[in-house]
Structures are given as C-alpha cells and as structure tokens.
C-alpha cells in the first residue's frame, strides 16, 4: 500500500461519520421534496482530498505539476467500487479549501485571481466522478468553503476577502460568479453543495439585498434547480438550520453524548 493509498484510507474512515449525521432541515422551502432522496439514501461517505493536507501528511512540496499529477492519477473507478462495496448512498468530496488548490478548471476563478499556471487542475475530477459513481447509483456531492482559500494571499487579496464579521459584498459576489461555473458545467451531475465556514452569517448573508442567502444559494442551484444546500456554521453545541434557502443542516459535531438508558 503507498503512502498516498494509506493518506486517502485514513480519510475515508473519517468521513464515513461524519455525514451519517446530516440531516434535513425543517426549515427550507422545498426542502423536504429536494431532499427525500438522502433520506432513502441514509448515509454517505465524505472525504477530503485536500492539496495542503496530502503535501502535510506525505511530506511533499506541493506545486502546480504536483497536483496536476496527483489529480490526472485520482483512481476514480476504484474509488467508486470502496463506495459501493461499504453501501453508501452518497458520496462527497472538496473542490478545495485553504491552499488555493481546486480539483477542477474554473475560468472565472482564474480571471479573478490572476494565478499562472492555474492551480485549479486540468482534470474535470468532479465529472470523471460522476461518471464512475452514476453507474453505480451513487450520488454525488461537493464541498466548498464560503470564503476565499487562507493559505493562498494572492488569492485572498485578488478576491478582496477579509476574515471576520464583515459585509463582504465585493467577495461574495465573486466567489458567487465563481460557484455559478462550476454548477452549470456539472449540471445534473452534482446533487448537493456544502458550504464549509459560514461563521458570520448575520454579517454577511442576512442583508435584504444581494448578496445574501437567497442569492449563495441560487448560485449553486445555477446548473441544477433541484440540487441541495446546506451552510455549516462550524461546530456548535445543536445541529440547527441557518436560513430557509438550505435544504439540509450540515450537522458538524466533534463530540457526542452517549445516553444509557
């Protein structure tokens, strides 16, 4: 077993718990009839397949080519029969997070950013997914943070991001654009998005005006109307819904009670 295979294992038996405890939320407008298929699902694995993490983990420089290679060599036919093989309804994976690393092309993301080469890949890894999961009836989501990559201050900067309870109307309207490619060339083939750090929701999301809930939301239903939204707060002590314009709740939680009955 390589290092990489071993990296990537450790991540799957993580993630395997940590979507089993997503659920739909009450809340949403048409929620419960966009998200009755997760509930005839069950469970679903989610892993990270993050740049940074992987160059941590297997002490490598991660670079451009580096993830270009690790990318184009992404096994995504046996990947998909380890999902079918432990019975998961639905699978979920990172577009990207912090490093500024994202495994598929995003042309809006590039003009924004200005960053040559390109450290979104030249695979479409997301469709190649797809295509291997479908046959097998698997679902498909994916996972996004809701500000810019930290780990990258080209980025962050470009974007005009600022960490905190700010408005953030210049980024968001950005990262909007950005989402709303990546949901039209995916299309029907992405079934759900979870956004990842909506800390400052009241600051950044509850405007009357776009940007706002409604708008984030519409973005990711661009190439889908039917696909789901779930917007995660972070870990908190309840599983709660933010917003009507999500479907499900993210549900993070790092500790659990155990009741005796």
Request: a positive charge; one cysteine or more.
């Amino acid at each position: 077993m390589t290092r990489l295979s071993r990296f990537f294992r450790r991540q799957f038996l993580f993630s395997v718990v940590f979507v089993a405890f997503c659920v739909t939320s009450r809340f949403a407008a048409n929620a419960q009839d966009r998200a009755a298929w997760m509930k005839e699902a069950r469970w679903g694995v989610m892993n990270h397949y993050l740049a940074d993490w992987i160059a941590r983990r297997e002490r490598i420089r991660m670079s451009v080519e580096e993830w270009n290679n690790l990318i184009d060599h992404f096994d995504v036919e046996g990947l998909a029969k380890q999902i079918e093989a432990v019975g998961a309804g639905y699978y979920l994976i990172t577009i990207g997070q912090n490093s500024g690393y994202y495994l598929a092309p995003n042309a809006t993301y590039d003009r924004y950013v200005g960053i040559r080469p390109s450290k979104c890949s030249r695979r479409d890894l997301v469709a190649d997914l797809y295509e291997a999961l479908h046959k097998r009836g698997i679902k498909l989501m994916v996972y996004l943070p809701s500000g810019a990559p930290g780990g990258d201050r080209v980025a962050v900067r470009a974007l005009e991001w600022q960490r905190g309870a700010h408005r953030n109307r210049e980024f968001q309207l950005k990262w909007e654009e950005v989402i709303r490619e990546w949901s039209v060339r995916w299309g029907k083939k992405v079934v759900a998005w979870w956004f990842d750090g909506c800390y400052w929701p009241n600051s950044m999301y509850r405007s009357s005006e776009p940007p706002n809930f409604a708008s984030f939301a519409a973005a990711a239903r661009a190439g889908n109307p039917d696909s789901l939204v779930a917007f995660n707060p972070g870990v908190v002590p309840r599983i709660l819904s933010l917003t009507p314009h999500e479907d499900y709740t993210a549900g993070e939680k790092s500790k659990f009670r155990h009741r005796h009955r």
